[in-house]
DNA sequence: CCTATGATGATCT
DNA sequence: GATCATCATAGGT
């Protein structure tokens, strides 16, 4: 039916199959799997909702566009593992890499639905009014999955599930994924429609257009 | 619901 | 020095 990976004792050459494609066809079939992060206070569960596309150094609005730095350095290494980013002087976000190797191109984690250890990810988001907007956006993602620089680099698709994992889950139907430009992003890649998300569910960010900053006086 | 704006600092030109 | 793959808050509709 679908091209998904199954699910295996041994998942991890399935896995990393998974991550070895085209941005484009990794970024959708993310959505509905289950991302698992292994705290030391234990795990949280968290169902991918939302998602962005960045096409490496061809795309515009990737941060691999004007090629490689020491910041985005794990972008062109071995698919499946975590590009985390610090940006706006107090976020942290979440990626991760897509293949071929080289290519530079990765998937944006922008919200998502917690499944379990809601107990955990609470005490970190204490400005989220309702369980639902605990990992509504990418920041808010990153923040109650306690996920920083620390974490840049690791490998998601082989064990040990530390510091988190992928597994599978139940993707949407067709029908229930929808696509769009992606938000916050400028520029000559801002139309394309790398943006794909559960059409309907509650945890999706609200959709904001580029906008750029006034100088201050 | 919506729009506007300040916070805050690493990164890159 | 300008930008930034954002969020929380304040205030209007």
Redesign the pocket.
Known sequence: MNDAPQDTPDRTPLMRDFFDRDVLDVAPDLLGRTLVRRTAEGPIELRLTEV?A?AGEIDP????F?GK????GV?YGPPGHA?V???????H?L?LVCGPEGRAS?V?L?AGEILAGAELARPR?L??RNDR?LA??????A?ALSID?VLDGSDVVAGPPEPMSVLYGTPPSREQVRSGP??????DGAHQPWRFWIDGDPTV??Y?AH??????T
């Open positions: 962005e960045y609005g990737s941060h691999a004007r730095t020491a910041r985005n972008m590009y980013y610090f940006t706006y002087g107090m976020w976000c990626n990765g944006l922008r988001r400005t989220a907007e509504r956006g990418p920041a808010r993602l923040t620089r992606r938000t916050g992003v400028g520029g960010s609200p904001r906008a750029p900053r006034r100088r201050r």
